[in-house]
């Protein structure tokens, strides 16, 4: 009894181990992603295999059942938008392709590979990008947008990065925070708090070295918002053209609008 018990608690210890294996995905709205999942002994027969693909452990996105694709339990958000690589599943490839990406489609995916008793769990991170580039001057101040639908504000985490690797601002549990924060941003940054919702940043005394991507990570819902900042010299302010001017101010609405 006791050597069963042992043999029980040891399998059900390597299953917690395979289910914390996790890999993060990034894809962006509108565009599609593959999630990857894999067997370590790839099938010799397809009739076999029964793969069941879950969001949030409890939405069925898509089920391979007995080597056959089966959607008859698919909730209906995935319809027509879920596929997977047939030819590939006596290789022991079962991984799914996302198309039409979606705000709603951001969160934990698991992959159950009934046969090995395996769960493969993966992060689904969806991109937002702005299709407009933000200017600003040597000197003045700029404001680069984020928004997010959550209403409470103690438990939310945002990182806000320039080209993907320079620490410009944290909001961790809902408060500010710069111990990790790149000298070069120091004194020059702020939010706005009070504000629910909106996780914006104020950039002041732009400098030439600003120029870049920046991303904002709305951890809590897996988000990251992306545009271009261009910092021009003063003189130039002049003459940026009415065009330009209008582009920009469209792309700061449509986040307002978000907010309220």
Request: glycine letters at 4%; aromatic letters at 8%; charged letters at 20%.
């Amino acid at each position: 009894m006791i050597i069963r018990c042992c043999v029980v608690f040891l399998h059900l210890s390597m299953l917690i181990n395979e289910a914390s294996l996790q890999v993060t995905v990034v894809g962006v709205i509108g565009g599609s992603v593959v999630l990857p999942c894999s067997s370590s002994e790839p099938q010799l027969t397809t009739e076999d295999i029964t793969v069941n693909w879950k969001h949030s452990d409890s939405l069925n996105v898509y089920a391979i059942s007995n080597g056959k694709v089966s959607v008859e339990e698919q909730d209906p958000k995935y319809k027509n938008r879920a596929e997977s690589f047939p030819e590939e599943y006596q290789r022991g490839n079962f991984s799914l392709k996302l198309n039409d990406l979606q705000l709603t489609d951001a969160g934990e995916y698991q992959c159950y590979i009934i046969e090995e008793s395996k769960i493969l769990t993966l992060e689904l991170h969806i991109k937002v990008p702005l299709q407009v580039s933000i200017v600003g001057y040597v000197g003045d101040s700029v404001v680069l947008p984020c928004s997010s639908e959550l209403k409470t504000t103690e438990d939310i985490t945002v990182y806000w990065r320039h080209n993907e690797s320079l620490k410009v601002y944290d909001i961790i549990n809902g408060k500010v925070s710069m111990e990790k924060q790149d000298p070069s941003y120091e004194n020059r940054t702020e939010s706005f708090p009070h504000k629910t919702g909106n996780f914006s940043l104020k950039l002041n005394n732009l400098q030439y070295n600003d120029t870049g991507n920046y991303t904002c990570h709305v951890t809590n819902q897996l988000l990251i918002y992306s545009f271009k900042l261009l910092v021009k010299d003063e003189k130039d302010q002049g003459a940026q053209s009415r065009s330009e001017k209008i582009v920009t101010l469209v792309a700061l609405l449509s986040v307002l609008i978000l907010l309220y």
